[in-house]
């Protein structure tokens, strides 16, 4: 087995290696986000090619050996880098810590195995970075433990706005090949036509993780004299990448009234609810309802609640936040006096049960044509709804995008686990005309805070507007300035 230094004829061996055992693959592929790639990478084959395993290995510790990075211990994120970070740890000598993908909830319920001390530097290592959201779920809990971490080596990076989203993040970026390299090597040896190579290329250009730009890095571009990019995708563009036929209809729905309003109907009666309805109706893209609040309830209810929606063109959204178990979610949802998901297009639920509340809702909801958002974040203060318990959201938000169809969220641009599929759509509450907050933690911002530089896509606005003397001309006024900022975060 060959160790040792790497020239560039053993870099353009081992692309030739992974090319030749289909670690690098080229087609028609559906990702995750429910994009079709020209290009695939599945490094998790190598683990059955013990000499490319440790090539790659090798290439990978050179490139972090010409650069100034200086580590204590290395960490291989889950799970295709471990063996990786094995090899090198073998290797080098150097010693290696596990993160665990899922904490166990018996025994030390450690997030992070290995033998350490507060204090030392950490080396990340990963097969592959795209957006780098894997790598960041790897960070937080090597930094909770107190362990430095400021450098990251990855086999392969796809230039797909991972390397400055590390960057921004204060964290230098080592990889072995680009796939532009990659591609120029197959192409140089006729194993891939110029044609292939150019639709990779253009995909790579059209697919970047980080357009979406904070008015910080807007500000620091105009400085540079730069052109900033565009900040985020048009609604009836993520349209068709929403894998949920709701989803598609909600994002289409809100381009053809061109709002990004939803009404909260916080209020104590059916009749109240009814007439709020046909009133901000004609201005919304989605009426949420609390019926648990109500004294009486019945079909006939529904019944009227559905015929405003398709009168006004709305989805009704019920507000309902299931936390149980999967088993009692399933009779929650589509039984009882409610009987949700016969009128509702819209729930939701915390995932604090697990993922087992996504199937539980699921097998009610999924053949009735209904969608499903996860809480991920909350408008009220002190709201446990953060960080690790956020990332989970979204993680499982991604695997289940033919049910879920987007969150419930404060501040998705500031997310660390990066950017969600473009399908999902992000809902905020606690919005009116002018920030601030109530007496029962309530905090409260406004529309171009949300959606320009929160990066939300839709505003829920509750008092700003059933305590308004007109409520019809409050939503109105709210739909303008909900659209207002959206189409400026286009600019």
Not at 359 to 380: I, P, T, Y
Not at 426 to 452: C, E, F, K, R, W
């Amino acid at each position: 087995m060959q160790t040792g230094p790497v020239s560039d004829k053993d870099i353009e061996d081992l692309v030739l290696k992974l090319h030749e055992i289909e670690a690098v693959k080229f087609g028609e592929f559906k990702l995750k986000s429910g994009l079709l790639s020209p290009v695939y990478v599945d490094l998790r084959v190598i683990v059955s090619y013990p000499d490319i395993l440790h090539r790659v290995s090798e290439v990978m510790w050179q490139r972090v050996k010409e650069g100034s990075a200086q580590f204590d211990v290395i960490c291989g994120v889950p799970y295709t880098a471990l063996p990786i970070a094995t090899v090198m740890s073998l290797q080098h000598g150097v010693p290696m810590l596990m993160r665990r993908k899922e904490v166990k909830d018996y025994g030390t319920k450690k997030a992070i195995e290995g033998a350490f001390s507060p204090g030392q530097s950490c080396l990340i290592i990963e097969d592959l970075v795209t957006s780098g959201m894997s790598v960041m779920e790897t960070v937080e809990p090597l930094e909770k433990e107190g362990l430095k971490v400021s450098d990251v080596v990855v086999l392969i990076d796809r230039e797909q706005g991972g390397r400055a989203r590390l960057a921004s993040k204060n964290l230098t970026l080592y990889s072995a090949f680009t796939l532009s390299f990659i591609l120029d090597t197959l192409v140089r040896n006729k194993l891939v036509s110029d044609e292939v190579a150019a639709k990779v290329k253009r995909f790579i250009a059209d697919n970047q993780t980080d357009k979406q730009q904070t008015p910080a890095d807007l500000a620091a571009a105009a400085k540079a004299g730069e052109q900033p990019k565009s900040k985020r995708l048009r609604y009836e563009e993520r349209a068709g990448l929403a894998q949920n036929p709701l989803g598609r209809r909600l994002f289409e729905l809100m381009v053809r009234k061109r709002s990004n309003l939803s009404v909260a109907a916080d209020v104590a009666t059916v009749d109240e609810m009814l007439a709020l309805a046909d009133k901000v109706g004609p201005h919304i893209c989605v009426f949420k309802t609390h019926v648990d609040v109500f004294e009486s309830w019945g079909p006939e209810v529904a019944t009227k609640l559905q015929g405003l929606a398709e009168k006004h063109d709305f989805l009704i959204f019920e507000d309902r936040k299931f936390a149980d178990i999967g088993n009692t979610v399933v009779m929650q949802y589509g039984g009882g006096i409610y009987r949700i998901a016969d009128w509702s297009h819209i729930t939701n639920a915390h995932l604090v049960p697990g993922p087992g509340i996504i199937d539980g809702l699921k097998s009610v909801g999924l053949e009735k044509g209904r969608g499903l958002l996860l809480l991920a974040e909350m408008s009220s203060k002190g709201t446990l709804a953060a960080g690790d318990y956020t990332a989970a959201v979204a993680k499982a938000a991604e695997a289940n995008q033919d049910f879920v169809v987007g969150f419930i969220s404060v501040s998705p641009s500031s997310w660390s686990c990066g950017p969600t599929p473009p399908g999902l759509i992000h809902m905020t509450p606690g919005v009116q005309l002018s920030a601030g907050g109530d007496a029962l933690g309530q905090q409260y911002n406004t529309p171009a805070s949300v959606i320009g530089e929160r990066g939300s896509d839709i505003i829920i606005v509750g008092r700003g507007i059933i305590k308004a003397s007109d409520p019809a001309e409050a939503a109105k006024e709210y739909r303008e300035a909900g659209w207002r900022a959206y189409e400026e975060s286009l600019a």
